[in-house]
């Protein structure tokens, strides 16, 4: 997210414990910001926030150009009751002046996940989007909610941006309108696999996070997740460090679609680190694939979506029915 007030957030506390008030910040000009709990007094706090909105800003939160109904806001403020948690951001600008600048929550996903929401008053973004995140994984990680799942507009470059700094994975993709759904670990670098193992899962590891047959895989009744790789200044990626992967000790199959250098470290870190899951590569015109692995054959989605199927059948794993 970016914004004029403030480049970086400034220090912030963050108080321990099961109290309200989720964290604090002292900022210029003897303003004051408090995050705590949502509770349904923020109702009409929300609705001032959003009315504050652009069609943009509100299609970007909740795929319309208009704000929500009341009824909608009034239950996004029962969050808790669900077993989910809700934050909200209030400006102090002394005088008795407050104003809600930001909101934050995650509804509970029948996977164990969360699913997440955030808005910011326009200004104060550049700052307050990261602060909120971070004290909401926080929470998550806290209550063993592992991961945080939300459908990001691709348009959406802010919210892309704030969750590609945290290490996302894409889970899938909608074309109408154009979405990413992606998830962030809550605690370490990389999401575990969402959901029971009940189909055999690919991982795709390839530049942006997106495959062009992902849809045609998972109609032929794969479970797939693509890693866009690490990002500057995001969280490592662990196989480049000698270190397991969650996402990929938990496949069936991993597809290597990389570039460049990057391709060539994980194709002799996968085989080290996860021996028991096979790996195949997306080679360019005219080159091997890097490692002696399996390429990914040309032709049609059958004969790709069967050669994946041989792999995974092929490490002996139970891939359910």
Same mark, same amino acid.
């Given at each position: 997210?970016?914004?004029?007030?403030?480049?970086?957030? %400034?220090?912030?506390?963050?108080?321990?414990?099961?109290?309200?008030? *989720?964290?604090?910040?002292?900022? %210029?000009?003897?303003?004051?910001?408090?995050?705590?709990? !949502?509770?349904?007094?923020?109702? @009409?706090?929300?609705?001032?926030?959003?009315? $504050?909105?652009?069609? =943009?800003?509100?299609?970007?939160?909740?795929?319309?150009?208009?704000?929500?109904?009341?009824?909608?806001? !009034?239950?996004?403020? &029962?969050? &808790?009751?669900?077993?989910?948690?809700?934050?909200?951001?209030?400006?102090?600008?002394?005088?008795?002046?407050?104003?809600?600048?930001?909101?934050?929550?995650?509804?509970?996903?029948?996977?164990?996940?969360?699913?997440?929401?955030?808005?910011?008053?326009?200004?104060?973004?550049?700052?307050?989007? %990261?602060?909120?995140?971070?004290?909401?994984?926080?929470?998550?990680?806290?209550?063993?909610?592992?991961?945080?799942? *939300?459908?990001?507009?691709?348009?959406?470059?802010?919210?892309?941006?704030?969750?590609?700094?945290?290490?996302?994975?894409?889970?899938?993709?909608? =074309?109408?309108?154009?979405?990413?759904?992606?998830?962030?670990?809550?605690?370490?670098?990389?999401?575990?696999?969402?959901?029971?193992?009940?189909?055999?899962?690919?991982?795709?590891?390839?530049?942006?996070?997106?495959?062009?047959?992902? @849809?045609?895989?998972?109609?032929?009744?794969?479970?797939?997740?693509?890693? %866009?790789?690490?990002?500057?200044?995001?969280?490592?990626?662990?196989?480049?460090?000698?270190?397991?992967?969650?996402?990929?000790?938990?496949?069936?199959?991993?597809?290597?679609?990389?570039?460049?250098?990057?391709?060539?470290?994980?194709?002799?870190? &996968?085989?080290?680190? &996860?021996?028991?899951?096979?790996?195949?590569?997306?080679?360019?015109?005219?080159?091997?694939?890097?490692?002696? $692995?399996?390429?990914?054959?040309?032709?049609?989605?059958?004969?790709?979506?069967?050669?994946?199927? =041989?792999?995974?059948?092929?490490?002996?794993? =139970?891939?359910?029915?």
């Amino acid at each position: 997210m970016t914004g004029a007030e403030l480049t970086h957030p %400034p220090p912030a506390v963050v108080p321990k414990g099961g109290g309200n008030v *989720a964290g604090r910040m002292q900022l %210029p000009g003897g303003r004051h910001l408090a995050v705590r709990r !949502e509770t349904p007094h923020d109702a @009409a706090g929300l609705v001032a926030m959003y009315d $504050r909105m652009g069609a =943009d800003d509100l299609y970007c939160r909740f795929f319309t150009a208009h704000r929500p109904p009341d009824a909608f806001i !009034e239950r996004m403020t &029962h969050v &808790h009751d669900r077993g989910g948690v809700g934050l909200v951001a209030v400006m102090d600008r002394g005088r008795g002046r407050r104003r809600l600048v930001g909101e934050a929550s995650y509804e509970l996903l029948t996977d164990g996940d969360g699913e997440l929401g955030i808005a910011v008053d326009r200004d104060a973004r550049g700052w307050l989007g %990261p602060y909120l995140l971070e004290l909401l994984i926080r929470m998550a990680a806290d209550r063993g909610v592992p991961a945080l799942e *939300a459908d990001v507009l691709m348009s959406n470059r802010r919210m892309l941006a704030l969750l590609r700094a945290r290490g996302y994975v894409v889970l899938d993709h909608f =074309d109408s309108p154009a979405t990413l759904r992606v998830s962030v670990a809550t605690a370490g670098p990389a999401p575990a696999w969402p959901g029971p193992h009940d189909r055999p899962r690919l991982l795709v590891e390839i530049p942006g996070g997106q495959w062009h047959l992902a @849809a045609a895989m998972e109609k032929r009744g794969f479970q797939v997740v693509a890693c %866009p790789g690490p990002d500057r200044g995001g969280p490592v990626c662990r196989p480049l460090y000698g270190r397991p992967c969650p996402l990929a000790a938990g496949a069936d199959v991993i597809l290597e679609a990389q570039t460049g250098t990057l391709a060539k470290v994980l194709a002799g870190a &996968h085989p080290r680190l &996860h021996p028991a899951v096979p790996t195949c590569a997306v080679p360019r015109p005219g080159e091997q694939a890097a490692g002696g $692995r399996p390429a990914l054959p040309p032709g049609d989605e059958a004969a790709i979506g069967d050669f994946l199927e =041989d792999l995974a059948g092929g490490a002996g794993r =139970d891939l359910g029915p």
